[in-house]
């Protein structure tokens, strides 16, 4: 039976859509929780530290425990459609991850940059917002592209609960042939389209970083 | 996008929430799951929300499945479902279906009970088993249907009766009777199974793809749904015995003042011969 | 839902049936050990091979890399499961469809993805040591092979080890793509455990037995990383402070 139909085809590309627009939205929450984590993480000291410890924790908590099993859990204790859940999770356990790369970032700028800027009579905040940032998130920008490839690739894990992102929405047609072939050419066609938007994302990256060497 | 602002502010709150009170106390603060009240009545929730939320089958044809080239739900329980959202808010079936008064989300045995639990579904009714356990949990109605387990495997196994399947590995989904329903009949055939004859998947379709790709040799679920997957490869194993009786419930919260609305409808449906009605429908006699 | 994890009744159940987590958990082991090894040598050769003046050599390892790092890992763990029996059937004219027990394609299947990235770690190692390294080698009678295990290699230890052992954690966490598969591992056996009762303290207990094996991994991580950073200053003063000896 032939499982490349017009119908099906369109079924699998809505899974990528989703798969997508998922990614995307988790990874711009992930990046404003990320930078609130590597902030109290960095800079609250003395009797601010208690949220120090708080942050550490969260930190380590998501980077020890596997995705699957947030994701799960998130599905299972908070209402809301699908798309809702996953870029919920997906932004609780990414933002984790963001902070450590945001806080090795603010660790690469020179201290010097922080007490110009305090002679300069910027307070904390605007400092922060107008000179300290941009400038850590010039210098992560590799490592953030690259976690927006982790994203898109671990999106494929909301399969486990029925999200219909694109390996889902692949499966589910899977489930309609049993000929060898055919599922060979449909894998073919998964991982193809997997690779090529995966594989941009990192040939940008590359191009930025030869012409910020460049320069 | 399919986030609408307040989703937006939403994802953020509760991600904000959970930096802030801990990783556990924050799944709990999603902020839409405050404030409604609806612990004291259900009914009255759902009639100011103006939809009745269901989890249905999206893959089991004839009871509930998405149609991928019309993107609508199908089938018997979908308008069952209409039924009972007819008798929430007090109008007719058609009504109910043409407005729409019903917000289908496609559930698996794994996720059907933790979704009525968190309060994401007000009923489900997808092929629900009622068994002793589950009414500890959740509240069902009196039985709609009732359907059998069968083993579906490929003709070229030369499998031809149950007590073949002993050594076999068996697919049976995660959260579902099955497992205990084929135990009990291979043991009247007097081979015994151990948990190590089956395995769980999340979903149909990997249970089915893990058939066709011979990685297991059995493929045991309700007849209801093995119907979705059976093609000219594939057959039932001995269809003429008839074990694991299932008999399908709508569930609801337990304790709620829906359950007895759900029940008396279903009552009503029985009494009057619309679900026999239906049955011949969905060609599911 | 969250009121039931407080529920005594459900954790007494939960802690009653602790034994399929434990086996889950014993699986998992199993899985991260031989993943591992597989990832370490597979991720050494290709490192070594993007490194040489081989051009083929350097291309197999690029492509393997790329398609690697740039496809989801459960989409080839299903490629491997839904397709791999059928296909070994088809190369080795098999009777029936070769089954791949779930230990091996866990193993194969965290071992083939972590081992791209570790070929990638290998190789920034590599680039990190001094040209002149080989070449002093080669003058001095080594052969290449030779001057890679005992002279370049060694040399890498020092910035490798961190992003190895972040490697080693994150092929802890990708197990669970065995879930999946139904591949009796921790996460599995957890999902399950959630599934057939209904009670989220499954998921917890995982989440704890997951921790205990990440987290000593995380610590070494960061100990690592310090030790990294501090190394060039203990060795301008030798004698003084001896160096300490190689855990890893």
């Excluded at chain 1, 929405?169 to 042939?177: I, Q």
């Excluded at chain 2, 009914?43 to 009871?63: F, H, M, P, Q, T």
């Excluded at chain 2, 698996?108 to 009923?123: A, Q, V």
């Excluded at chain 2, 249970?207 to 594939?234: C, P």
Aim: some cysteine; overall charge negative; aromatic content about 12%.
């Amino acid at each position: 039976m032939e499982i490349f139909t017009p119908a099906n085809v369109s079924f699998i590309m809505q899974g990528f859509l989703k798969t997508i627009e998922i990614s995307i939205l988790a990874i711009i929450f992930s990046v404003i929780l990320g930078t609130v984590l590597a902030l109290v993480k960095q800079y609250c000291t003395g009797k601010l530290s208690i949220f120090k410890w708080l942050v550490s924790a969260y930190i380590e908590l998501f980077r020890c425990t596997p995705n699957l099993l947030w994701i799960l859990f998130i599905y299972f204790t908070v209402k809301g459609n699908d798309i809702f859940i996953s870029v919920l999770a997906f932004t609780i356990f990414t933002s984790a991850v963001m902070a450590e790369i945001i806080r090795g970032g603010l660790n690469s700028i020179p201290k010097s940059q922080f007490e110009a800027a305090q002679s300069q009579g910027f307070g904390f905040f605007a400092s922060m917002r107008l000179i300290i940032l941009p400038q850590t998130f010039k210098t992560i920008i590799p490592a953030l592209f690259s976690q927006c490839t982790t994203v898109i690739k671990d999106s494929s894990y909301l399969a486990g609960i029925n999200v219909a992102e694109f390996m889902f929405s692949a499966k589910v047609v899977m489930g309609y042939t049993s000929d060898l072939s055919q599922v060979l050419l449909l894998y073919g066609f998964v991982f193809a389209l997997y690779f090529v938007l995966n594989f941009g994302i990192s040939l940008i990256v590359r191009a930025y970083q030869r012409r910020v060497v460049a320069a | 996008m399919s986030l609408s602002r307040r989703q937006f502010v939403q994802v953020f709150g509760a991600a904000a929430a959970v930096l802030g009170t801990g990783a556990l106390a924050g799944c709990n603060s999603d902020p839409a799951a405050s404030g409604s009240g609806d612990a004291s009545s259900k009914v009255e929730a759902i009639k100011s929300r103006g939809k009745l939320n269901c989890g249905v089958k999206a893959d089991v044809l004839g009871y509930g499945y998405l149609n991928t080239e019309t993107g609508e739900y199908e089938g018997l329980e979908i308008d069952l479902c209409y039924q009972i959202a007819a008798a929430v808010f007090g109008v007719s079936y058609e009504e109910a279906k043409e407005q729409g008064l019903c917000e289908f989300t496609t559930v698996t045995p794994k996720t059907r009970g933790p979704l009525i639990d968190n309060d994401s579904l007000d009923i489900v009714c997808a092929t629900y088993t009622i068994t002793d356990e589950r009414l500890e949990d959740w509240d069902f109605s009196d039985p709609y249907r009732v359907d059998h387990v069968g083993v579906m495997i490929m003709k070229s196994s030369g499998m031809e009766k149950l007590a073949d399947l002993d050594g076999k590995l068996i697919g049976v989904s995660q959260g579902s009777t099955t497992k205990d329903a084929v135990t009990a009949a291979v043991a009247e055939e007097g081979v015994e199974l151990t948990d190590g004859n089956f395995n769980e998947y999340p979903d149909y379709p990997s249970i089915n793809s893990a058939l066709e790709s011979g990685n297991i040799d059995a493929f045991a679920m309700d007849r209801s749904t093995l119907n979705t997957y059976m093609n000219d490869q594939k057959e039932l194993l001995e269809p003429e015995v008839e074990f694991g009786e299932q008999e399908y419930g709508i569930a609801t919260k337990k304790g709620s003042d829906l359950s007895e609305v759900v029940n008396d409808k279903v009552n009503e449906l029985l009494d009057n011969g619309w679900l026999e009605e239906e049955a011949t429908t969905w060609n599911l006699l | 839902m969250l009121e039931g994890l407080f529920d005594p009744r459900r954790w007494e159940i939960t802690l009653s049936s602790m034994e399929g987590f434990w086996e889950g958990f014993a699986f998992t082991l199993q899985v991260v050990i031989a993943g591992l090894a597989l990832s370490l040598v597979l991720g050494t050769v290709l490192g070594v091979f993007s490194t040489t003046r081989s051009r083929i050599l350097r291309g197999i390892s690029r492509v393997y890399v790329e398609f690697f790092q740039n496809t989801p890992l459960p989409v080839q763990v299903f490629f491997y499961y839904m397709a791999g029996p059928r296909v070994l059937q088809a190369i080795l004219g098999a009777p029936s469809p070769v089954r791949l027990s779930s230990f091996a394609i866990g193993a194969l299947g965290v071992g083939l993805y972590h081992a791209a990235y570790i070929s990638e770690v290998i190789r920034t190692g590599i680039e990190a040591v001094p040209r002149g390294q080989m070449e002093a080698a080669l003058s001095q009678g080594f052969t290449r092979v030779q001057a890679y295990i005992y002279i370049i290699l060694p040399q890498t230890f020092k910035v490798i080890l961190p992003p190895l052992c972040n490697q080693a954690l994150n092929l802890v966490k990708n197990t669970s793509v065995l879930a999946l598969i139904a591949g009796g591992d921790l996460m599995y056996n957890a999902d399950n455990f959630v599934s057939t009762y209904g009670y989220l303290q499954g998921y917890i207990m995982a989440c704890v037995l997951y921790f205990i094996i990440c987290f000593p991994l995380a610590l070494l991580v960061q100990w690592l990383e310090k030790r990294s950073k501090k190394r060039p200053r203990a060795k301008t003063i030798p004698g003084i402070a001896p160096e300490p000896a190689k855990e890893a």
